[in-house]
């Protein structure tokens, strides 16, 4: 496997740069891949840049190849976990197909004017006999609107599957931005309708078990994400009594080891806390209501539960030639903490994981935290299908 | 860990379970509302997700089940290729019209094309590919678009064989099979020993027949050699060498026809150098497929050379020694041409001879025509002398006759009477030269016959020499005569008229003369009979020679030419001229001429009869008739036409009349007699008892066909009633008349009635 994983992706072409200076970072990305055979290009930008220079730069230095892309909480780079690096993916034209619309106001959220528009999209976006379609998703990560956009998504494209990540701002959860057409916007979400001749899987997961502890929101506000109240006692230090910790301690990494899910139907999902508040207050990454029994969670195995989660074959038995990750700022803020973060790196640079770290996950009609989404792309068809 | 934190005090733990109670109902109350949070967002998403994912195994298991059979379907294929390659036989499926799977026998039968058959390769395509490999030999049929002749319906079942040779002596038998609509299987069976086996058999049967055939050649009485169709000697025998003479050396197998052409030219077997040019040879089988020659060979010998072209091109030359049989021939057509040489000479002389018979026979017909020619001008000379000797004679007549009137009375009266006489006698004496001379000419118009009344002609001449046998004291009679002779009437006249006068000379004065004419079977003879001086028979046949006399004739009355004339006339005539005589008694001359059947003409009847009512009616008629009255009116009737009568009112009255021994010349009788009796019984009975042929006529009102048929069968007229008497007369002339011609009087035709004139009154 590991083998297998030394072989750069045949089908996307990647480049990254530590540049510190925004120019030179875009400079060295566009140096590295071919723009003539390049349909499209995804671009992540790490906190250290200013974005606005590097949607500049692409702006000028792209020579009219759309990039698409957003600001991110860390880069899934072909070396594995990256702080600072600009990540560019171009997608040769030989291969991919892509038309966008911008979604530019997120609040208020207006149902029907955002079906609309990707209806048109989709209606617009012509089919071509034997490619396969797909929808990516790239929303405001401090929107807090990715949870009734993945679901009108989902809606308005039962046919295609939607794979989504929100934008992410290193750890610091202040504003996110993305990135369409040279500009980078805030409130806003991107929606890319791929048509691709590679065939594609799509995979997401996670790594927790719930525990005993259980948990009613007795105060809370649905919008902002926010839950004042748990058992009826203030938010944060009741979550810091349940997790056994101090007030004080509570952190990220407090946050990422200790996940609160939500039952339904023997299905747990996770639900992230961004923050804790002056006010005790609890800032959740997804949608929460009062009312709501959550249980703690915890992680177990996130290695091997990784592993199996990549562990991905065509038809043909081949593997991906590479996948697209949207990978949760959270795991990878529990891999650091339990120290296997460059364990993680070993187990996506073997898989040719290429992506970012994000504020949330949209799969399968759901917001999520704490997962893994990602879409393996799989070289062509050695032989016809049987 | 509970709930709700234990260490806290009671009323606060109290308060917390109170907040959570309350969240929780608002909670569930929320549940039955329609709100659009995000947090219902999410909880509908993942229902939905739920049941997509339910959704997800069912198809992963649908997927996974696919898999198996697909797996199951993969090791059934592996096996059929396992199954195949077992085979010893080539195994193709064709679906659809595209190969589908073979096995490798199948697939390597071609090396050359072998890489190029595969999956989705055409079944025409296949053939295609056959076709063009030049490992292909042969096949037995023309392979041209298989799928076609198997049918496009896609009846199953339609099989299909054709047999294929490979490079190497390999043979295949290919079939193919449509097994369903859509599969057509092509198997492949080597046949390559059977064919083989096959093939050593037919050699060995071919090397068998050979030998016998060899064995046959050998005591073949003729010598027969076979050449292969390039030239080359294939078979002979002894005989052959035998009669060509031609050493084995010179000939054995391998050798050619026109190696041996050659050697017998150069040993100059045979001179006939056409015969010796093979390319004659070819030409001539080319073109007619047989060759026959006859050439002398050597020493004298004749052979006869047949060659006859064989199937495969080659030929077969066949010799027999026909020496003997030549020579034979020769001496036969030797001996034919000598006889037909003598024959020629024969047929000369014949012709030679016929020349000079021919040459003969036209100087015969020029002396024939010289003498004619002379006799012609005698006669024309004697006819113009008479002619001219007339005139002057008739002018003597015509002063003698006025000076018979200036001398009556006179003493000169008896001298200008003699001198008439001799003047009469001069001028018929110039006739009879006349006649004479134009019956010996040559011309065959002399005499006309023609058909003449003998009667009339004979009461002529009884008229005109009366006055003569007046003046001598002869007394004639004349015999009428009712009969139509042929002959000519100017000769005819005058040989009668000659013949009486003859007898009037020689009959002296107080003798008789008759003229008469009798029936003798169908000729009539016409007589004169005389009681003159007679001739001696020794003089009766010199009597017709001219100037020929007899001795006691009188100076200047004699008609020396008079018998002569009658003689040649009736030569000319075809008349029998008869004489009986003797010495002192008189004589009897006789002419006897056809006469005329009367019933060959057609014409009119009436005109040969004397067929006016005026005319003499004196028959004797026997009249039946029961009515008296009607017997008597008729009868009264018929006297008065001058007829004897006899009535009777029976057909017993009339016999007992017969018996009396009067015989009628006709019967009369009506139809309807006393007691039922008929007419026609009456008449056969009368002419049973006198044994003739009484001529009758029925008088009757009946007019039945039948009864004039009955009466036609019996000869016996018919004349209806009331009677015309204008008809009656004229029928009772011509019936008894008929009657007096000997007729022959068939039963199926009825007599012609004569000619009936209109009726002049009835009775």
């Known amino acids: ?386 | 860990m509970s709930l709700i934190d234990a260490s806290q005090p009671p009323e606060v733990r109290l308060e917390r379970q109170e907040r959570i109670i309350a969240a929780l109902m608002r909670r569930a109350d929320r549940q039955n509302e329609l709100s659009l949070s995000a947090y219902s967002a999410f909880q509908s998403a993942i229902e939905l997700q739920a049941q997509v994912a339910a959704k997800t195994r069912d198809l992963e298991r649908a997927a996974s089940e696919l898999e198996t059979m697909r797996g199951d379907r993969e090791r059934t294929r592996r096996n059929l290729h396992e199954a195949l390659s077992a085979m010893h036989e080539g195994f193709a499926l064709f679906t659809e019209g595209r190969l589908d799977v073979c096995n490798d026998l199948f697939r390597n039968l071609l090396p050359d094309i072998a890489d190029r058959v595969g999956t989705g390769l055409s079944l025409d395509g296949y053939f295609e590919l056959m076709v063009q490999s030049r490992h292909l030999v042969s096949t037995d049929r023309k392979i041209h678009r298989p799928a076609a002749q198997l049918g496009g319906s896609g009846e199953a079942g339609i099989v299909m064989s054709i047999l294929i040779e490979i490079s190497g002596d390999i043979w295949y038998q290919l079939g193919l099979q449509r097994t369903s609509s859509d599969n057509v299987v092509l198997l492949l069976t080597d046949i390559t020993p059977i064919v083989r086996q096959n093939r050593s058999e037919r050699k060995t049967l071919i090397d068998r027949q050979a030998d016998y055939l060899q064995a046959v050649f050998e005591h073949m009485s003729s010598g027969v050699c076979t050449f292969s169709p390039e030239g080359a000697v294939m078979m002979q025998n002894r005989q052959f060498r035998h009669l060509l003479d031609v050493p084995m050396t010179e000939f054995g197998r391998g050798s050619t026809l026109e190696r041996l052409l050659g050697f017998m030219q150069a040993k100059a077997l045979i001179r006939d150098d056409a015969f010796l040019e093979v390319a004659n040879w070819r030409e001539q089988l080319k073109k007619t497929g047989w060759l026959r020659r006859r050439v002398r060979h050597g020493k004298g010998r004749v052979l006869d050379v047949q060659a006859n072209t064989l199937p495969d091109g080659g030929f077969l030359v066949e010799l027999k020694d026909v020496t003997l049989e030549s020579r034979a021939t020769e001496m036969l057509e030797n001996r034919v041409m000598e006889r037909t040489a003598e024959l020629t000479r024969a047929n000369a002389r014949l012709t030679e001879q016929f020349e000079e018979m021919a040459r003969v026979e036209e100087e015969l017909r020029l002396a024939k025509e010289r003498a004619e020619a002379a006799v012609s001008s005698k006669t024309r000379f004697l006819a113009a002398a008479s002619h001219d000797l007339l005139q002057p004679i008739n002018a003597a007549k015509l002063l003698i006759s006025t000076l018979q009137e200036a001398a009556q009375g006179s003493h000169l009266l008896p001298m200008v009477d003699r001198l008439h006489r001799a003047f009469s006698s001069t001028e018929q004496l110039l006739h009879a030269l006349l006649d004479i001379s134009r019956l010996d000419s040559a011309d065959p118009d002399a005499v006309t016959p023609a058909e003449v009344n003998l009667g009339a002609l004979m009461e002529s001449v009884f008229a005109d020499q009366l006055p003569l046998a007046e003046a001598k004291g002869v007394r004639l009679d004349l015999v009428p005569a009712h009969v139509v002779v042929r002959s000519d009437p100017v000769y005819l006249h005058r040989s009668i008229q000659n013949l009486v006068v003859n007898a009037i000379q020689y009959t002296e004065t107080g003798g008789r003369v008759l003229l008469g004419a009798r029936r003798q079977g169908g000729r009539a003879v016409l007589e004169v009979w005389d009681t003159g001086i007679g001739i001696r028979r020794a003089d009766q046949a010199r009597i017709f020679e001219e100037f020929a006399r007899a001795g006691a004739a009188r100076v200047g009355t004699g008609m020396g030419l008079g018998l002569s004339v009658v003689d040649r006339a009736c030569r000319h005539l075809g008349h029998a001229l008869g004489v009986r005589s003797a010495p002192g008694r008189g004589s009897v001359f006789s002419i006897a001429m056809d006469v005329v059947d009367w019933r060959a003409r057609r014409g009119d009847p009436a005109a040969l009869i004397p067929a006016t009512s005026e005319g003499p009616f004196a028959h004797h008629v026997l009249m039946i008739e029961n009515d008296p009255d009607v017997l008597f009116a008729f009868a009264e009737r018929l006297r008065l036409w001058g007829a004897r009568v006899i009535g009777a009112g029976s057909g017993a009255e009339a016999l007992a009349r017969l018996e009396d021994g009067m015989r009628p010349d006709i019967v009369l009788a009506d139809y309807h007699l006393d007691g039922g009796a008929t007419g026609l019984g009456a008449v056969a009975a009368l002419r049973d008892v006198c044994g003739a042929h009484l001529p009758a006529i029925l008088v009757t009102a009946d007019r039945s066909e039948a009864l004039r048929r009955e009466a036609a069968r019996a000869d016996i007229a018919v004349i209806p009633k009331p009677v015309k008497l204008a008809h009656l007369r004229p029928l009772i002339n011509w019936a008894v008349w008929r009657a007096g011609i000997p007729t022959k009087v068939s039963n199926d035709s009825a007599p012609r009635s004569p000619r009936l004139g209109p009726g002049k009154g009835d009775i």
Not at chain 1, 60 to 69: D, E, I, L, N, T
Not at chain 1, 100 to 114: A, E, K, M, Q, T
Not at chain 1, 154 to 165: I, N, Q, S
């Open chain 1, 1 to 386: 496997m590991r083998d297998e994983g030394l072989r750069p992706p045949l089908h996307v072409h990647v480049a990254t740069s530590e540049a510190a200076e925004a120019g030179a970072a875009v400079a060295e990305v566009v140096a590295g891949v071919d723009l003539a055979a390049t349909c499209f290009a995804l671009v992540f930008i790490p906190k250290c840049l200013d974005a606005g220079a590097v949607a500049r730069g692409l702006s000028a230095k792209m020579g009219g190849v759309p990039v698409f892309g957003c600001t991110s909480a860390g880069q899934i780079t072909p070396e594995g976990y990256a702080s600072e690096a600009l990540l560019l993916m171009a997608f040769p034209r030989a291969h991919f197909r892509c038309a966008s619309v911008l979604i530019d106001r997120l609040r208020p959220f207006s149902i029907s004017g955002i079906a609309g528009a990707v209806e048109r999209l989709d209606a617009q976006f012509r089919h071509t006999p034997g490619w396969n379609r797909l929808a990516l998703l790239f929303a405001d990560g401090m929107s807090k609107q990715e949870d009734l956009l993945i679901s009108t998504l989902e809606t308005v494209l039962p046919d295609t599957p939607v794979f989504g990540g929100s934008a992410g701002d290193g750890l610091e959860f202040n504003e996110t931005f993305v990135l369409h057409d040279g500009r980078l916007m805030k409130d806003a979400a991107l929606v890319l309708m791929v048509e691709t001749a590679l065939s594609f899987q799509g995979v997401n997961f996670d790594h927790f078990q719930p525990t005993e502890e259980q948990l009613v929101i007795t105060g809370a506000d649905p919008e902002d994400r926010l839950v004042f109240e748990i058992n009826g006692a203030p938010a944060a230090p009741e979550y810091a009594r349940i997790v056994g910790c101090a007030r004080a301690d509570l952190s990220p990494r407090i946050f990422a080891e200790n996940p609160i899910l939500v039952h339904h139907r023997g299905r747990y999902y996770v639900r992230a806390i961004a923050d804790a508040t002056e006010t005790d207050a609890l800032s959740f990454m997804a949608a929460i209501d009062d009312g709501v029994i959550m249980t703690l969670g915890r992680g177990r195995g996130m290695i091997e539960n990784l592993r199996a989660g990549l562990d991905l074959s065509d038809a043909e038995g081949a593997p991906p030639d590479f996948i697209l990750g949207f990978d949760c700022v959270l795991r990878r803020l529990e891999a650091e903490q339990k120290q296997i973060a460059h364990e993680v790196s070993d187990v996506f640079r073997a898989r040719r994981v290429l992506g970012f770290n994000t504020y949330g996950e949209q799969h399968g009609g759901v917001h999520m935290n704490q997962t893994f989404v990602g879409v393996a792309f799989f070289g062509p068809a050695r032989g016809g299908p049987i």
